[in-house]
């Protein structure tokens, strides 16, 4: 009986065994699975955003003859930098235009081909005429900004096949853009105004300017309020505090904040800041006071980790040479921790950056056409930027806001190396 159940027990044995296998190798494979789809998901979306984003970077001109007529451009005839501002610059390159298509005759031949070009044309030559004065009197070649109807035709994005009445780019327009492009008067060429202009109703003109000044001011007096206040409340509590009911009671709502949602903190600076103290809405100030409360949980918490982590055998040293207790802890354990806390404060800073919800609640998400050039002035900042063009009706507008993603995508990206960074940097080994 012992010989005949042997071979039945390492036959369940071996049954056993090879589910135990199987098992684990179905667990792997769906760790792999896992992984594969986050990854093919996160290049998804990257990809999306790069597609719908690089149009944006680019932009279209009509290279034509501009006449700089001396009566339309300098009213005064005296080459004054007033008068050249006030000349009429819609003239010559309307007639620019008609030069090259003299057939457009009608009104409304004329006004389908002004349609080509963008207001920003004319704001380039009068920038032209201001810095080379000495040209008025003669006729140079200018690139001419198309509108961004024109340029999504030109690069393409047009459906020509559709009935004329269910685009916005008509047949005479498309037969214009297409001898353009024949002779080869269609240039394309870095927008070099997406990171130099503000925002704008014109898709073509619409930059990010506003929105990266907005950005860098906000987190600048996020940055000076969070970290010196978040650093010095994480000192107190892990070095100097008792521990005492009152200080766990600290502690458990400093975790609790860093959960709260960023919504509530927008609140909170709609009631106190704007309503009661009165400060200026859609400014970088009060939004990077928002924002700070916001960060200081995560700059708190950070810096308390990174305290933690310090050998007590270094302060044990400095008590032991006759260092006082704040000597000790801020001549040795603070630039021993200062590594993981300048982490978690970029970490933080970052996590800043990309928030909107508490901008919108107090203003920031106006439209703003000036560029910022202080924490009072009315701003916005790039993640509003976003959500503003992706509302708006304007198809062009969509490659702005792709565009604006995967500027502040590398703005996160080289706030998080910088924290990998400092981090490999400044790690002391023990």
């Not at 050249?84 to 003239?91: E, I, K, T, V």
């Not at 269910?166 to 327009?173: C, F, G, I, L, P």
């Amino acid at each position: 009986m012992t010989s005949s159940s042997d071979p039945q027990r390492l036959d369940r044995a071996d049954a056993r065994l090879r589910r135990r296998y199987r098992a684990e190798r179905l667990f792997q494979a769906s760790g792999v699975a896992a992984i594969a789809f986050a990854v093919g998901t996160l290049f998804l979306l990257l990809g999306t955003v790069v597609y719908q984003g690089t149009g944006a970077f680019v932009e279209s001109v009509a290279v034509l003859p501009v006449a700089l007529d001396a009566g339309a451009l300098d009213p005064d005839g005296d080459r004054s930098p007033e008068s050249l501002a006030r000349g009429n610059y819609a003239s010559p390159v309307r007639e620019a235009l008609r030069a090259r298509f003299p057939e457009a005759s009608g009104r409304r031949e004329k006004r389908a081909l002004a349609g080509l070009l963008s207001v920003g044309a004319e704001y380039d030559l009068r920038d032209f005429v201001l810095a080379h004065p000495e040209a008025i009197g003669t006729t140079v070649e200018r690139p001419l900004l198309l509108s961004d109807d024109a340029d999504l035709y030109v690069r393409g994005d047009v459906d020509v096949d559709v009935d004329e009445s269910d685009r916005k780019v008509s047949d005479a327009q498309v037969a214009w853009l297409d001898a353009l492009v024949a002779r080869g008067q269609v240039e394309r060429r870095f927008n070099r105004r997406l990171f130099t202009s503000g925002d704008s109703r014109e898709p073509e003109l619409a930059g990010l300017q506003g929105a990266i000044r907005g950005s860098f001011l906000t987190l600048l007096v996020t940055l000076l309020l969070s970290f010196p206040i978040g650093v010095a409340a994480a000192l107190y509590l892990e070095e100097f505090a008792p521990r005492n009911r009152l200080t766990d009671f600290v502690e458990v709502n400093i975790n609790n904040l860093a959960a709260v949602p960023s919504i509530v903190f927008g609140l909170l600076g709609l009631a106190v800041l704007l309503n009661f103290l009165g400060l200026p809405r859609s400014a970088p100030l009060v939004g990077g006071i928002v924002l700070a409360l916001m960060t200081l949980p995560t700059v708190i918490i950070a810096g308390r980790a990174a305290l933690s982590a310090v050998p007590p055998s270094i302060r044990e040293a400095a008590l032991g040479v006759g260092a006082s207790h704040v000597q000790a802890v801020l001549h040795h354990v603070l630039p021993q921790a200062l590594p993981g806390i300048l982490t978690g404060t970029i970490i933080g800073m970052a996590r800043a950056l990309g928030e909107t919800a508490p901008l919108l609640m107090i203003g920031m998400i106006a439209f703003i056409v000036d560029l910022p050039t202080s924490p009072t002035d009315p701003a916005t900042v790039l993640p509003v930027q976003i959500y503003l063009w992706s509302d708006a009706p304007e198809r062009a507008f969509q490659a702005r806001m792709g565009a604006a993603i995967i500027v502040l995508l590398g703005f996160l990206v080289v706030m998080n190396g910088a924290a990998v960074a400092l981090r490999r940097r400044f790690e002391s080994r023990y």
